[in-house]
């Protein structure tokens, strides 16, 4: 049976593991008691600033628009060559849909790619698309390792 453990993963690896976007999971805050809001989304990651980008959908009868400036959590996470890898970043999501093009945050949304991913009931240019940031509180990236080979 093989022996494995998770360790961090450096700066780099998080790096190399997201790349400039793929798909994850968000869960945003909820009231007490209340099971978290959670969606699967497309991502851009902005390398070496350490920044999400998100593109969300907001169609008429979305419960978005309720949870989307609350506390989230974000999970990406794939099976690689070299084993299972995971990033979760936590933190609250800053809208720069309407920001200025000069912006930080416009600018750094450009440096990515948000994957295109239509599982809408209705053709894309008839849903509302907002652009948000994630400039992470917390950001851990874990790696699978063969424990019986140190």
């Known amino acids: 049976m093989e022996s494995l453990r998770w360790v961090q993963m450096s700066e780099a690896e998080r790096d190399a593991f997201l790349g400039n976007g793929g798909t994850g999971v968000i869960s945003f805050a909820t009231e007490t008691g209340e099971p978290p809001f959670t969606i699967p989304v497309s991502y851009g990651y902005h390398e070496g600033v350490g920044d999400f980008y998100f593109r969300l959908s907001f169609p008429p009868d979305s419960n978005k628009e309720a949870v989307v400036d609350r506390p989230i ?17 936590t ?27 239509d599982v809408f009931d209705r053709p894309p240019e008839e849903l509302t698309f907002r652009n948000f940031r994630l400039d992470p509180e917390t950001f851990t990236g874990r790696k699978e390792v063969d424990a019986s080979s140190e």
């Open 91 to 117: 933190g609250e999501l800053e809208e720069v849909t309407d920001a200025p093009y000069e912006s930080v945050a416009v600018q750094g949304m450009w440096a990515v790619r948000i994957p295109l991913v």
């Open 73 to 89: 959590a974000f999970v990406t996470f794939d099976e690689t060559d070299d084993g299972w890898r995971s990033i979760v970043a």
